[in-house]
């Protein structure tokens, strides 16, 4: 009798620490899937927390966000603008990370490495990997002006520039150095200045999250092969 006790205390006590996470606010849970991201790569939960300053970037970018967002127009919501400005210039300056509050991201953001990085406004989407010295941002004249839409899963490589009213298709990958101006499709590998697209077998190797391999996205987008349309 006593073992069957002790796992029905057991199975309560993990309900309990499970409905938290249910009730974390949006901004909460994709910060938890940043987080899972380093954790993913083999970082420890520590380590991950209070020595990777990409992680902190993602921390500071989050809670600003969703702060700014949350508060109505008036002194308030003026206040917490200049807080947040005040704290991503320290993230500036102690990690090289810019990343304007204005950003759309999804969650599963990683910086595998510091400095010189700078986004723009352009929305980002899930689970992408940014090495250090990379600069996304906007170019163009009158209506041919804008930012980059970066998909899912996109991984962009150290020292590499992408600029414009582009879009880098889902699971794409951009290799280190290169300089894209042009709309880059899904699952390419591009390299180069200008970029070229060299081959379309995407960022599959490169980006690893919680339930990968269960991602149907993700899944079907490695059952397809050779340029989008085939």
């Known amino acids: 009798m006593t073992k069957p006790a002790a796992m029905t205390r057991q199975t309560v006590w993990l309900s309990l620490l499970r409905l938290p996470l249910l009730r974390l606010p949006r901004w909460a849970r994709l910060l938890r899937q940043d987080y899972r991201r380093y954790r993913a790569a083999g970082e420890s939960g520590l380590a ?33 603008k200049a807080a947040g400005g005040a704290l991503q210039k320290g993230i500036e300056i102690v990690a090289g990370i810019c990343v304007p509050r204005g950003c759309e991201i999804g969650g599963g953001l990683y910086f595998p490495r510091f400095g010189g990085i700078i986004l723009s406004h352009g929305p980002i989407g899930e689970n992408c990997t940014l090495e250090q010295s990379v600069t996304i941002g906007g170019a163009g004249k009158g209506d041919a002006w804008g930012m980059p839409v970066i998909g899912n899963r ?19 990958m951009i290799c280190p150095g290169s300089f894209v101006t042009r709309s880059v499709p899904p699952r390419a590998v591009v390299m180069g200045n200008p970029a070229k697209v060299m081959s379309y077998e995407g960022s599959f190797e490169s980006i690893v999250y919680d339930g990968m391999e269960d991602d149907p996205e993700r899944r079907s987008a490695l059952e397809r092969s050779g340029p989008p349309g085939r």
């Open 48 to 80: 991950t927390v209070f020595l990777t300053q990409g992680f902190w970037a993602s921390a500071v970018y989050r809670t600003t966000h969703a702060l700014v967002d949350w508060l109505p127009e008036g002194i308030l919501r003026a206040l917490a």
């Open 154 to 172: 996109v991984f962009i490589g150290a020292h590499s520039i992408v600029v414009g009213k582009i879009t880098i298709g889902d699971d794409a």
